[in-house]
Structures are given as structure tokens and as C-alpha cells.
């Protein structure tokens, strides 16, 4: 089945910074979620993004299909960005969601 | 309008106990995935539901789980003789339509502990 790799595993910021968070997918996707979990542990969708560029206030996110990766970008990151984000995909054999490992972003005022 | 809903938010059951788990869709979704999230990992599939059926449920660990959808709108997760090793948070998603190229919801998930 399709592999999904998140890198870096941790991040630790300053309030203010910005950063680039990576998913690698190992093969043709229909479908490319991010999400951050919340410290509650609720799954928080950021951006459907199967393909293309897309932005939200301070978050973007690009996925370069073609080159099984996508980005998020986090700028002028506040301490409510903490936690954990996933990166999700699915493909036309699968059923459903295969997810990464995740990156958990401290974000310290 | 109302997001993907489980109860209970928590769950803590004593080994070899049943217990239920139940999840409320968005309105209108036809699609109802039950995914289990371990410590320190991302969620991993269970059981997907197209409407009223299971139509796949590969990613159930062993017989003791069970799943319904009885109208192809609530679903139950159900767990026979619970072992130390269900102890995980259970996460359900619903999506408009059925396959994976379509945006799924989660919900905020019912942490089961089995002591």
C-alpha cells in the first residue's frame, strides 16, 4: 500500500517564526488532507489539497502531485498552532485515509 | 452546521467487559469510516461504510469487533471481551460521497482505557 513519511518529527519554534512542515507519499493520490490534532486530541481539517496551492490567513499549503510531496507553511506562528499535524492521502485502490506519523510543532512565547 | 459527533467522550472498562461506541455523521453523508489512533501514532483505519453496508472492513484487528450502520446514518463500533491492547483513542469520519478522492470530517473521538 501507499506510504506516507512526515519530516521533521518535532519542530520548536519562537512565537513569530515561520515554518515548513513536508509529506512524502510514495505513490499516485486522489486525495491529500492535512489536519491538526489539537491538544484534545480533535482532528482540525486545515486543507483538502490533493494537488495546487491553497491558502488560509497564516497557513498555506502546496502539493506537488507530480513529485509525490506536499508542503505546509505556517507563518508568524502563535503558541495556538501547538500540537500535532497529519498529513493524510488516499488513492483509487485504497478505501481509506492512510496516514503519517505526524509532526508535533511547539510553539513557545 | 453540526460536525461528526461520538459518544461517549470517554470510556473506561474493565478487561473482558462489551462496551459501544457511537458516532453521529454530518447530515447528508453517505460515507462513515472508524479509524483507532495508538499514542504516538496517526489514526489507522478500521471499517468504511457506504450507506447502510460495511464495504470494507479489512482494517478490523480480529472478530471481536463489529460495526453497524443499521439506517446509513449512526454507526456503533461494538468491542467483545475488551483487552488491555483496545485501549486507544476510536475516531469516526464521514464524508459526502463514498471514496477516498472526497474530504473527510472527523470527529472528536472516544478515548477507550481498558484496565
Known amino acids: 500500500g501507499i506510504q506516507v513519511e512526515q519530516s521533521p518529527p518535532d519542530l520548536i519554534l519562537q512565537e513569530g517564526a515561520n515554518s515548513t512542515l513536508r509529506c512524502n507519499f510514495s505513490?499516485?493520490?486522489?486525495?491529500l488532507q492535512w489536519f491538526h490534532q489539537n491538544p484534545w486530541g480533535q482532528l482540525i481539517n486545515l486543507f483538502y489539497?490533493?494537488?495546487g496551492t491553497k491558502q488560509n490567513g497564516r497557513l498555506s499549503a502546496t502539493t506537488v502531485a507530480t513529485e509525490r510531496y506536499s508542503l505546509l507553511y505556517i507563518s508568524s506562528s502563535q503558541t495556538t498552532d501547538s500540537g500535532v499535524y497529519f498529513c493524510a492521502v488516499g488513492d483509487q485502490a485504497g478505501t481509506a485515509l492512510i496516514f503519517g506519523k505526524g509532526t508535533t510543532l511547539s510553539v513557545s512565547s | 452546521g453540526a460536525g461528526v459527533s461520538q459518544t461517549p467522550s470517554n470510556k473506561v472498562t474493565e478487561k473482558g467487559k462489551y462496551v459501544e461506541l457511537r458516532c453521529d455523521p454530518i447530515s447528508g453523508h453517505t460515507a462513515l469510516y472508524w479509524y483507532r489512533q495508538s499514542l504516538g501514532q496517526g489514526p489507522e483505519f478500521l471499517i468504511y461504510f457506504q450507506g447502510t453496508g460495511a464495504a470494507d472492513d479489512s482494517g478490523l484487528p480480529n472478530d471481536r469487533f463489529f460495526a453497524v450502520r443499521p439506517e446509513g446514518s449512526v454507526s456503533t463500533l461494538k468491542i467483545q471481551r475488551t483487552e488491555r491492547g483496545d485501549s486507544a483513542v476510536y475516531l469516526c469520519?464521514?464524508?459526502?460521497?463514498?471514496?477516498?478522492?472526497?474530504?473527510?470530517?472527523f470527529g472528536p473521538g472516544t478515548r477507550l482505557t481498558v484496565t
Open positions: 469520519a464521514s464524508s459526502l460521497y463514498p471514496g477516498t478522492a472526497y474530504e473527510q470530517y
Open positions: 489539497i490533493p494537488s
Open positions: 505513490d499516485s493520490v486522489n486525495n
